[in-house]
């Protein structure tokens, strides 16, 4: 056995620190193999490559289509779907999460195919599961201001409502 | 760029009373501050259903190993007092006491077993269930064989699983256990350092590195839910002998100050200290005079990093330490500086009443002496609690400790909090010590 001084901090994380080799989990294994594949994978591919079984496979595509990591398609004569990466993230600086009592959310900017991403992601932290991807939406750049607008026009017209529920019930 | 930051408000000498914020963290948190621990699903059931006895915005600490039968608890009672709640009132801290692992004792082993089993995320690694529960048998095993040696630590970094070594997945247990309860805060899982294994200073030192260089993995892929880490120092008692400052002693300060002053120390928020045997430690002046050099030093390093020190599990002791510049003191809510988990509980009836803190006559009752006393008056009056027990909790040791002595002791460390900053306030130099000089069992703190 090595002695404890001269254990070193690669040792103890199984890696050289910051190289590329991280070990990380499955799911960001998958999902990186993805984005390197821009032009599509199907379950096979990502089941050989990850050395994970099909069924695995086809869990861990499923969760990250859910999550809105990936999209998926199924073309014509071919006998399975085909998993697309969605953006990658632009900086670690352009993604932030707040909650909001039970709901998280997470946004973040991902580049786009013609403008960058807006990503509203909505996770929910319950003590049996910790926190959980629950899903998300993509609005472009370009419409970011007219969709806040549209959330404030939404908001206004419900407050029009309780007040009119107000006064009639009055 | 670190993630928080320490501003120091009120200085008197070397005690500061200051805020610990950390925007990303949603932290923003009173400092200056003696707060309750918990080590079990017991001590979890009391701070959920009495948290207005704690104070709002106030840290709350718990022990990691026991995070998982704390959910389980929480969880049968997220009806009427839900978690979410809680947590929003009162920041989380999960630190992991080094007697799981140091002692390898049966009842250690099987917290460990059972942490890893209920938390280790089987999705995120892709291992099934079955292959989760090898791996936690593999480290309790580890650790039920080398008692008092370092071959736990030697094993994991020698052992990998499917590629993985298995030092990595304790840290993966770690963050999700402190993620579980959304801590705002967390300790590493670091080996004790005993003066008889010179090698443990670096072995600690480098683990903390690893955990800071997992961090900022985990923040550079935008993981979310990641707490602050504190640099983790645990003493064995023997590392504080007494009038004896050691090479040693410099060294760990040397190891504390380079890894704060790291470049990159995004994934570092402070120091968090805890030393074993410190009911002994507290009872010789000598001996507490090692200590508070070595407090001092910490504070030194973490003042010039505006970052805070905490002293987990540093029983009424922690109130010394605040007057020496520890920005967080806990104390344990039975009362106990002993270890964690020990094997089987007492058999005689008495001692699973468990501990009551008279704040006002400076003492630690059993059940009996409570009843004694109560023959002469009352209990003082902490508000929010009441100050004797029913007949019914007098004859039930659960019920005792669960609704009357430990939310009643609760009390008494909020008090003795407030008071401690109420004094600080006021300029008095020292109240902690001048608190505890007449304290039964702390004499060794005594300034004069």
């Not at chain 1, 294994?29 to 099909?54: D, H």
């Not at chain 2, 002994?280 to 010039?304: T, Y």
């Not at chain 2, 008494?412 to 008095?428: F, P």
Request: overall charge neutral; charged content about 25%; aromatic content about 10%.
């Amino acid at each position: 056995m090595a002695r404890l001084d001269e254990i070193s901090v690669a040792d103890i994380l199984g890696e050289e620190p910051g190289s590329s080799n991280d070990v990380k989990g499955t799911r960001s294994f998958v999902l990186s193999y993805l984005r390197q594949n821009p032009e599509g994978v199907n379950v096979q591919m990502v089941s050989k490559f990850a050395n994970i079984s099909e069924t695995r496979a086809r869990q861990i595509l499923g969760e990250l289509v859910a999550q809105r990591e990936l999209f998926t398609r199924k073309l014509a004569g071919m006998r399975d779907h085909i998993y697309y990466p969605n953006g990658k993230l632009i900086h670690k600086y352009l993604q932030d999460s707040r909650d909001f009592g039970d709901q998280v959310f997470r946004l973040s900017f991902h580049e786009g195919r013609r403008t960058p991403l807006l990503q509203i992601q909505e996770r929910r932290f319950t003590l049996m599961d910790g926190e959980k991807v629950e899903g998300s939406i993509f609005v472009e750049l370009g419409y970011v201001r007219q969709v806040i607008q549209f959330l404030e026009d939404m908001l206004t017209k419900f407050d029009q409502f309780e007040e009119t529920k107000r006064l009639k019930e009055k | 760029m670190k993630r928080t930051t320490l501003v120091v408000e009120q200085q008197v000498q070397k005690q500061k009373l200051g805020t610990w914020t950390g925007p990303d963290l949603g932290l923003s948190t009173k400092s200056g501050y003696l707060i309750p621990y918990g080590k079990s699903s017991e001590d979890m059931e009391v701070f959920l259903r009495y948290s207005n006895v704690l104070k709002d915005g106030q840290f709350v600490e718990l022990c990691g190993f026991s995070i998982y039968t704390m959910v389980k608890r929480a969880t049968a009672l997220e009806e009427s007092f839900p978690f979410n709640d809680f947590r929003s009132a009162h920041p989380v801290l999960v630190s992991f006491p080094p007697d799981v692992i140091w002692l390898g004792r049966e009842k250690g082993a099987e917290v460990l077993n059972d942490g890893i089993e209920e938390l280790l995320p089987p999705g995120e690694q892709g291992f099934e269930p079955s292959e989760v529960a090898q791996i936690a048998q593999t480290f309790s095993e580890l650790a039920r064989s080398s008692r008092k040696t370092y071959g736990f630590w030697q094993g994991i970094v020698q052992q990998r699983f499917r590629g993985v070594k298995y030092s990595k997945l304790l840290m993966e247990y770690a963050f999700a256990a402190a993620s579980r309860v959304k801590a705002k805060a967390m300790t590493g899982i670091v080996p004790v350092i005993d003066p008889a294994t010179p090698g443990s200073v670096s072995m600690a030192h480098r683990t903390n590195l690893a955990y800071i260089h997992h961090q900022n993995d985990l923040l550079e892929q935008g993981a979310s839910l990641v707490p602050a880490y504190l640099y983790t120092i645990q003493l064995n008692s023997g590392m504080v002998k007494p009038d004896k400052w050691t090479p040693r002693h410099r060294r760990i300060l040397q190891n504390a100050k380079a890894a704060l002053q790291l470049e990159s120390q995004t994934g570092l928020d402070g120091v968090h200290l805890s030393v074993r045997g410190i009911d002994r430690i507290s009872q010789r002046r000598p001996r507490v005079a090692v200590l508070l050099r070595f407090i001092d030093g910490l504070r030194e390093i973490c003042d010039d990093a505006k970052l805070p020190l905490f002293w987990g599990r540093s029983s009424l002791a922690g109130l010394g330490g605040l007057d020496y510049g520890v920005d967080y003191a806990s104390c344990p809510i039975n009362l106990g500086g002993g270890d964690v988990y020990s094997d089987g509980g007492p058999r005689d009836e008495l001692p699973k009443f468990g501990n009551l803190l008279n704040v006002h006559s400076r003492d630690i009752w059993n059940r009996d002496q409570l009843v004694l006393a109560s023959e002469q008056g009352e209990l003082p009056d902490l508000g929010n609690v009441r100050n004797m027990p029913t007949d019914t909790e007098l004859e039930n040791p659960h019920d005792y400790r669960l609704h009357f002595s430990k939310p009643y002791n609760v009390a008494g460390i909020r008090y003795l909090a407030e008071d401690w900053v109420s004094h600080t306030r006021g300029g008095e130099i020292e109240p902690g010590r001048e608190y505890l000089q007449t304290f039964d069992g702390f004499a060794g703190w005594s300034a004069h």
